[in-house]
């Protein structure tokens, strides 16, 4: 039993793991319909500048700064370069825009920076709680907690952006309807640069915890990937949706590798997410919390 | 002046039906193929054959798969390597345990695995659209492949992982020269590509069109929805399996799992996208541009090498090209998002008033 609560508390946080990356697909695409695939190739552009900003001497606070500024500055950039050309295309051209995006910022980022893996600390050890171990025999990383915490923040910061303030208001309007959104006057490039910088800090945080976690590396694109079955899970315009969709997948995940993962053979966690999300979908073509798709002619 | 139809009346329904309704476009088809049967495989030397053109032609088969499903039916799917992996190891698989089997014959049981496949993993496409059915797809993409890395059978429990094609042959004649493959490869092709222009003429392909512009719609005016996107995926897999088989079997010479990775399906949709959707010719340009481009940018970097009299980390140029690729394709999306096939049609609309401007 212990056992088994180990596996779901440990899947559950990595779930939220996951959630942090899916939380930037859900900004981006609810505000402005684009599907980010640039996302996971965003987290290593963060961790990759903060980690090297480190590693070159800086203090952690001052590099945070600068890498938050940079993402900011980034993700204006490219809502500047490439989406703003692309207004009115179908959703499928902006995908592989974002596609095209993501071999862009992968070869800059490595030019900046080089290619070698770079580990990362942030002072929180990737360690189990001890009096928990001690006590219940249950290992649960402390770092995961940790990670859990700021994924709650996050998603409190963002809540208290999207529904107090006059900027959130706005997003909210873009979400529902360009169109009419334009026509009240609410200047709707300058959302989709606040959304597209909003995206870059969040990517900047979870590639902290998820460079802490594996370290600073090519690999950390391929957390996108990760994130993509959490995303259809909660749907693609919920940041609820984000959240429990990656606890879902996190804990389902992390008990069928043990569970199920002897009797086929393991490695199943490379498509196991996307089964369990596809019969989601079966049952809610439009994820947990997305918007329901109401067809008329 | 060259390019003008005066004068082209047509008197039956079937001159007005065919394929290329325009003399010169007969013309130009015809010495096209013409090159291609027969100067190429003559003139061309082994390195074009074996590392350029035999692999352009099996992707714009496989871009032709994808365009069916994508570009015609308008599911979009990201598992197209999946289904070239299904191809190529069950070709393999047919060349293995099936005595005297023919090598058109492994391509097409490769092929018709394949569409059973896609026949499984369309079946959410009932239910599920657009960008929810891209993602589903994923899922398709990391199974199969995930299935054939685990189950001996697949790979004929080879320890490696990576087994040598079979030799082919066919009638006796063993297809083993750079030039002998490509022949191959170009049949094969060329055969399918006429039967996927057909395809999208007939009623079969309209109904694609139609549930691809407005499914509901389709549905109300009696398309059998089930039909049609099964239909479409099951189509546009066999295409793929083929696709895979003959990228295995003529271009790599190996059968491997590693080749048919995520990478190659971003890739092919690649292809789709800037060649054109829903269009045939556009598959090809697609192709052809996307095989060719990082080519030319390795010879420009080579030349820029040997301009500045320095050597350039490997480091340094391969991210660079990355970088250049990726501008490049949004650049393209920018400036022509209907792809190149559009551009082609645009240049054909000058070139029939050209020289006068109306």
């Known amino acids: ?297 | 002046m060259l390019y003008r139809e005066a004068g082209q009346f047509k008197s039956t329904y079937a001159q007005d039906q065919q394929i290329f309704p325009i003399l010169q476009d007969r013309i130009g088809m015809a010495v096209l193929l013409v090159i291609a049967f027969v100067a190429v495989p003559l003139f061309g030397d082994q390195y074009w054959l074996s590392a350029i053109l035999t692999p352009f032609l099996v992707l714009a088969l496989a871009t032709l798969g994808l365009n069916i499903l994508t570009g015609y039916a308008g599911q979009l799917s990201l598992g197209t390597a999946a289904f070239m992996a299904v191809g190529a190891f069950m070709a393999y698989n047919a060349m293995l345990r099936i005595p005297h089997m023919p090598i058109l014959g492994a391509f097409a049981i490769g092929g018709l695995c394949a569409a059973a496949v896609g026949l499984v993993f369309g079946l959410p496409s009932l239910r599920i659209k657009g960008l929810y059915l891209a993602v589903a797809t994923l899922a398709c993409q990391f199974f199969v492949l995930w299935a054939i890395n685990r189950i001996g059978w697949f790979s004929n429990h080879s320890s490696s992982g990576v087994i040598t094609a079979q030799r082919m042959e066919i009638l006796g004649y063993p297809i083993d020269t750079p030039a002998a493959k490509y022949l191959l490869t170009l049949s094969v092709v060329a055969v399918m590509a006429l039967a996927a222009k057909n395809l999208m003429r007939s009623e079969t392909g309209h109904a694609f069109m139609a549930v691809r512009d407005m499914d509901v719609a389709a549905s109300v005016i009696g398309i059998p929805m089930m039909k049609t996107k099964l239909l479409a995926f099951a189509i546009s897999s066999f295409y793929c399996g083929v696709a895979g088989a003959m990228y295995a079997f003529c271009y790599l010479g190996t059968v491997e799992p590693e080749a048919f990775v995520l990478d190659l399906s971003f890739r092919v949709l690649f292809m789709m996208i800037i060649g054109g959707a829903g269009s045939i010719l556009g598959s090809f340009l697609g192709a052809g541009f996307i095989t060719l481009f990082p080519i030319f940018l390795n010879l420009a970097s080579k030349s820029l090498e040997n301009a500045l009299g320095i050597e350039l980390s490997h480091a340094l140029v391969s991210n660079t090209e990355a970088v250049i690729f990726g501008a490049l394709i949004i650049f393209f999306l920018i400036v022509e998002p209907y792809g190149l096939a559009r551009l082609w049609q645009i240049g054909k609309e000058k070139l029939r008033l050209w020289p006068f401007p109306h």
């Open chain 1, 1 to 297: 039993m212990n056992f088994f609560i180990e596996v779901f508390v440990g899947g559950l946080l990595a779930g939220v793991m996951y959630s942090l990356v899916a939380l930037g697909f859900v900004i981006i695409f609810k505000a402005s319909g684009v599907f980010n695939f640039a996302q996971g190739s965003l987290v290593f552009f963060a961790a990759l500048t903060f980690v090297s900003l480190l590693e070159r001497g800086w203090n952690i606070w001052l590099a945070l700064a600068v890498t938050l500024v940079a993402m900011v500055v980034l993700g204006m950039l490219i809502e500047r370069t490439v989406l703003r050309p692309l207004v009115n295309q179908p959703p499928i051209t902006l995908l592989m825009a974002t596609i095209g995006l993501t071999f862009v910022l992968e070869g800059v980022s490595q030019l900046m920076w080089g290619s070698q893996p770079h580990g990362l600390e942030l002072g929180i050890p990737d360690v189990p709680i001890e009096w928990l171990s001690d006590k219940w025999n249950i290992n649960v990383s402390q770092f995961d907690l940790f990670a859990a915490f700021v994924a709650g923040v996050l998603v409190a910061v963002l809540a208290v952006l999207t529904q107090k303030t006059r900027i959130g208001r706005a997003l909210r309007a873009v979400a529902d309807d360009h169109q009419a959104a334009l026509a009240v006057g609410i200047p709707l490039q300058h959302i989709w640069a606040i959304v597209w910088a909003v995206a870059g800090f969040v990517a900047l945080v979870a590639g902290l915890m998820w460079g802490v976690r594996n370290g600073v590396q090519y690999a950390l694109t391929f957390t996108a990937l990760k994130a993509l079955p959490v995303l259809i899970l909660g749907g693609f315009e919920s940041i609820a949706g984000a959240i429990v969709g990656g606890l879902i997948i996190g804990a389902s995940e992390k008990l069928a590798e043990v569970y199920l993962g002897p009797y086929v053979g393991g490695g199943i966690e490379s498509w196991f997410a996307y089964v369990v999300a596809l019969l989601f979908l079966l049952v809610r073509p439009e994820g947990l919390f997305g918007e329901k798709i109401i067809d008329r002619v």
